[in-house]
């Protein structure tokens, strides 16, 4: 009888012993399984948190710069042989992402990367947005994001708050670009806000304060396209067919001009009597080119202009329409005005 009693005795303690045992082994099993899905999660979001941040474009944002070439690969191969000899409660020193406004930043030390402004172009009278085809087009292609604003003619106010609204729906930094009338638009919206970097004028009207657009024409008497002004019973202005070429885009090719004319968006009379309170130009830098065979604002008038409100300057041959006839001058004075 005490035999049977040891050998129960012993098939009991070699029992419980072996589920000791298995009862270790499923821990360690557990601790371990955690503790490889506490380090993926830690990857996961250190990749998260550093490296998936996109900027429009592609280009990956590594904290307060734009990820150098290799950068990426370079800080995840470090955090794989981290977390290879354990020290998976530790990541490589990076600078955590923030969101990076669309605005011009340098990434630090060698690799200098310029994050380009939004381009904002303002037609003038006659004209509208598509008329800056020819400018779109290789901005774009230089990396530049380019809108063209299609204002309505029919009042100054009207002109500048819809201009207002497409400057204030963009984020970072803002070159406003404009051409003829579409200079006294910009010299307006701009106005009181941070974001504007730069004016450009194209053969186009900088008014001061209290300025009409008229009392500008009359300062060096009337110019050749005022009589080509016809108005229609709505007292909004047409140019003579006839004559529009002559006038305001003489160095166009004739087809061009043709649909040109044809599609001329006519302008409210009453806006060259209507006036701004507060010029851009004054706490904005501006550039200004200067047209020297424009037949609608004179160039004693556009130089006027350009030296008073302190804009650097440059001059073409070219009629008023040089944005259509010389788009590549036109597209590097605006590109001057971007990196400046």
């Not at 708050?161 to 910009?186: E, F, N, W």
């Not at 004179?298 to 350009?306: G, H, S």
């Amino acid at each position: 009888m005490a035999q049977f009693l040891e050998y129960l005795q012993n098939i009991f303690f070699r029992n419980v012993t072996l589920l000791l045992v298995v009862a270790v082994f499923l821990t360690t099993v557990c601790v371990i399984t955690l503790h490889d899905a506490n380090a993926l999660t830690q990857r996961n979001n250190f990749n998260d948190n550093h490296y998936t941040a996109l900027y429009p474009g592609g280009q990956r944002i590594c904290g307060d710069h734009i990820c150098g070439p290799g950068e990426y690969d370079q800080m995840q191969q470090a955090l794989s042989q981290s977390q290879m000899k354990g020290k998976t409660n530790t990541t490589p020193s990076a600078p955590q992402v923030q969101n990076v406004p669309q605005q011009t930043m340098q990434e630090n030390k060698s690799n200098s990367v310029l994050i380009k402004p939004t381009i904002i172009l303002v037609h003038g009278a006659w004209a509208d947005g598509t008329s800056w085809q020819h400018v779109i087009l290789p901005l774009e292609q230089d990396g530049y994001n380019v809108i063209a604003v299609n204002n309505p003619l029919t009042s100054l106010a009207d002109d500048i708050a819809m201009t207002k609204r497409v400057i204030d729906s963009q984020k970072g930094p803002i070159v406003l670009v404009g051409h003829s009338y579409g200079g006294a638009v910009i010299t307006g919206a701009a106005y009181n806000n941070t974001n504007v970097k730069a004016l450009v004028y194209v053969a186009a009207f900088a008014p001061d304060s209290n300025e009409t657009l008229g009392t500008l024409l009359d300062k060096f008497g009337p110019s050749p396209l005022l009589a080509a002004i016809v108005p229609d019973a709505s007292g909004f202005l047409y140019l003579d067919r006839s004559k529009f070429q002559e006038v305001f885009a003489k160095d166009v090719p004739d087809q061009e001009a043709l649909v040109m004319a044809a599609t001329q968006k006519p302008i409210n009379g009453p806006i060259f009597n209507q006036k701004i309170e507060n010029p851009a130009w004054k706490t904005i830098p501006s550039w200004y080119l200067v047209a020297k065979e424009d037949q609608a604002i004179k160039p004693e008038l556009q130089q006027f202009m350009a030296k008073r409100i302190n804009a650097k300057i440059s001059e073409i041959d070219a009629s008023h329409v040089a944005y259509i006839s010389h788009p590549k001058e036109v597209v590097k004075l605006i590109e001057e005005a971007a990196g400046s």
